[in-house]
């Protein structure tokens, strides 16, 4: 099938570069000229484990390209596949602008029976404002033309989205009518062959069934922090709690890691902006509305242990810090909690050295208008931020820190001091090393 891909962030790229990996003809269109020149020349923009290898086989192949003509896209495509951030604004709402730009354009191009996909993460009745704005576009053309306006999710996870893409727990379509449901069957057949499910239902339900699944594993974080921090307080040790409960099949052990909190581009968002539309409908949601406030007030009581430890006194004090992204396998820094230790060290008067596989270079950028960068220093690889250091503060879990010798870090120190955000190392282990070893619970 011939397919396009508006917008070539994350979710579009990776959409389309595994849509060409199953077969499909894909066009991918985004409107920023360096990004698509980039594409062409085989540069990626994003850091996605697999990633280039799809884009780079399926462009060879003819099965993928890259244009900034949305026109171009859309009447080479039997569906248009809008892929478009939706940010967050201020009262946590989502912000639709681009969606529904796209919906414009799309009711000022078509030509033929088009079906129109909202692969972005939108709150319930998006599909329904994008017909109504292509109808309008269309009526102002004076044209009658058939089109559809479909639910398609995304359940992707940063560092392993060409998995989850490829092997989906689930598919999920909201459609209206028999003939997108017949054409979004086709598109999804290469899945199905390999029985993988797809699950049709009600425009209204696909769209609430994304902001469903991530809330749920947002609350699950925050009600594992919450346990980590009632462990601190008795005496009960989180990782034989976690095992205990993640052992029992109706909780499972996933999304049961206590830490510095979620971050990234969806949980924060959808989080909020669930919140944000039970209130249009003057209903409470208590639960989120607490999951949401769990989560930011983790990463504070996080740097409160590094504050009483020095008593106080930060100021001119040199700290390292091993992780920058909100998760591994990642470039990805919106809203990572590292940002929020940063942030706060600087205005305490700490020295930072930072290191990340991945993600230094979005750092540099996000600080580079801060008053004190210059009080930032960026290593080449994990122990290079070490020496001289009064402390190791470890944000994010890579596998490469893991895999830390704690003497290497030890020796190179000036104090032997570790606070853990992601309890990658055990408490007993480092302490009979010689290390003060702080830890989430």
Not at 36 to 62: C, K, M, Q, S
Not at 169 to 188: N, Q, T
Not at 319 to 346: S, V
């Amino acid at each position: 099938m011939h397919l396009a891909m508006v917008g070539v962030g994350y979710v579009g790229l990776v959409t389309g570069a595994c849509m060409a990996e199953a077969g499909h003809q894909v066009i991918c269109m985004d409107l920023d000229p360096e990004k698509i020149e980039a594409l062409r020349r085989g540069v990626i923009p994003i850091y996605e484990p697999g990633l280039e290898d799809y884009v780079h086989r399926n462009v060879a192949a003819g099965r993928l390209s890259f244009t900034t003509d949305l026109k171009e896209a859309v009447s080479k495509s039997q569906a248009i596949f809008v892929c478009v951030g939706t940010p967050s604004r201020e009262d946590g709402s989502a912000d639709l602008q681009y969606v529904f730009g796209v919906a414009k354009s799309v009711g000022q191009t078509m030509e033929d029976y088009k079906v129109v996909v909202d692969k972005s993460t939108v709150p319930v009745g998006t599909a329904a404002r994008v017909r109504q704005l292509i109808a309008k576009e269309l009526a102002r053309r004076g044209v009658d033309l058939s089109f559809d306006v479909v639910s398609n999710p995304e359940f992707l996870r940063e560092g392993a989205a060409i998995g989850d893409f490829m092997s989906p727990d689930r598919i999920v379509v909201g459609v209206e009518s028999d003939r997108a449901k017949e054409l979004m069957a086709e598109v999804y057949r290469p899945w199905t062959e390999k029985n993988h499910p797809l699950y049709f239902m009600e425009v209204p339900s696909a769209e609430l069934t994304k902001y469903a699944a991530n809330s749920f594993l947002a609350a699950k974080i925050s009600f594992i922090n919450e346990i980590a921090n009632l462990c601190a307080l008795t005496g009960a040790n989180i990782v034989n709690v976690r095992q205990g409960m993640g052992s029992d099949k109706r909780i499972g052990p996933l999304f049961l890691n206590p830490g510095l909190g979620y971050g990234g581009s969806c949980f924060p968002k959808d989080v909020k902006a669930l919140i944000h539309t039970a209130k249009t409908l003057a209903y409470n949601f208590k639960m989120l509305e607490a999951t949401d406030t769990v989560n930011m007030t983790q990463r504070h009581r996080f740097i409160l242990k590094i504050i009483q430890h020095f008593n106080g006194n930060l100021d001119g004090r040199k700290l390292a810090i091993w992780g920058l992204a909100f998760k591994p396998d990642t470039d990805d820094i919106r809203e990572a909690p590292a940002l929020t230790l940063i942030e706060r060290l600087l205005d305490l008067g700490v020295q930072l050295a930072v290191y990340d596989p991945a993600a230094m270079n979005e750092v540099k950028k996000y600080f580079h208008q801060h008053p004190e960068r210059d009080r930032i220093t960026y290593g080449e690889f994990p122990e290079a931020v070490l020496p001289g250091a009064d402390a190791l503060i470890i944000c994010t879990e890579w596998q490469v820190f893991r895999k830390a010798d704690p003497q290497a870090i030890k020796s190179r120190l000036k104090n032997p001091v570790v606070f853990d955000g992601r309890n990658i190392f055990k408490p007993e282990a480092m302490r009979d090393l010689g290390f003060t070893y702080f830890f989430v619970g």
